[in-house]
């Protein structure tokens, strides 16, 4: 028997993330984060960004289950360049603080050229925008026989009709 004693876990705020690194990818960002060691009752980790390097404008891109390390933001511009901060989150509710506590972490998508043909390489041929390119070039060979045939019809036509322009001068000068 011994008396009551209440325990109250983990009270204390969580960590922050250890590290936070953009890795440029085409028409995207990779994230990747470090989570610190030793126990915790971390929940998740909240990534932010923004076009500006103040956290105030940023927005949420998504909350991510511990121990998740990593997202990927897809579908951006070539050469988009993003800010990004880390919150971590307990199972309480309660956030850690941000990293980096200033200016966000900057991000670019890749712009190199080369990375982009790559990346393209092999693909537009097979969608719809390939097909509906490919058609008119197809048909160009069916309408260059097409108007051979029709400057020999006009040769033959502007031809006959000298002929009877002459034939017709003629018979007027009798």
Same mark, same amino acid.
């Given at each position: 028997?011994?008396?009551?004693?209440?325990?109250?876990?983990?009270? @204390?705020?969580?960590?922050? #993330?250890? !590290?936070?690194?953009?890795?440029? +990818? #085409?028409? &995207?960002?990779?994230?990747?984060? =470090? +989570? /610190?060691?030793?126990?915790?009752?971390?929940?998740?980790?909240?990534?932010?960004?923004?076009?500006?390097? @103040?956290?105030?404008? &940023?927005?949420? +891109?998504?909350?991510?289950?511990?121990?998740?390390?990593?997202?990927?933001?897809?579908?951006? !511009?070539?050469?988009?360049? +993003?800010?990004?901060? %880390? $919150?971590?989150?307990?199972?309480?509710?309660?956030?850690? /603080?941000?990293?980096?506590?200033?200016? =966000?972490?900057?991000?670019?998508?890749?712009?190199?050229? =080369?990375?982009?043909?790559?990346?393209?390489?092999?693909? $537009?041929?097979?969608?719809?925008?390939?097909?509906? #390119?490919?058609? /008119?070039?197809?048909?160009? /060979?069916?309408?260059?026989?097409?108007? @051979?045939?029709?400057? *020999?019809?006009?040769?033959?036509?502007?031809?006959?009709?000298?002929?009877?322009? !002459? *034939? #017709?001068? %003629?018979?007027?000068?009798?």
């Amino acid at each position: 028997s011994s008396t009551l004693t209440q325990l109250d876990g983990i009270l @204390a705020p969580p960590p922050t #993330v250890t !590290s936070l690194v953009p890795t440029a +990818l #085409v028409f &995207a960002i990779r994230l990747k984060w =470090g +989570l /610190p060691a030793g126990p915790s009752i971390l929940e998740r980790t909240e990534i932010w960004y923004s076009a500006s390097p @103040a956290f105030e404008s &940023a927005q949420k +891109l998504g909350d991510y289950a511990f121990p998740q390390d990593s997202t990927t933001l897809m579908g951006l !511009s070539a050469g988009a360049r +993003l800010h990004f901060w %880390a $919150i971590l989150r307990d199972r309480n509710g309660v956030a850690g /603080p941000r990293y980096p506590a200033g200016n =966000g972490v900057f991000g670019q998508a890749s712009s190199d050229a =080369g990375e982009i043909l790559e990346y393209l390489t092999g693909k $537009i041929t097979q969608t719809q925008l390939a097909r509906d #390119v490919l058609a /008119p070039i197809e048909r160009i /060979p069916v309408l260059e026989t097409l108007i @051979a045939q029709e400057e *020999t019809t006009r040769q033959s036509q502007n031809e006959a009709m000298a002929q009877t322009i !002459s *034939t #017709v001068s %003629a018979k007027v000068n009798q």
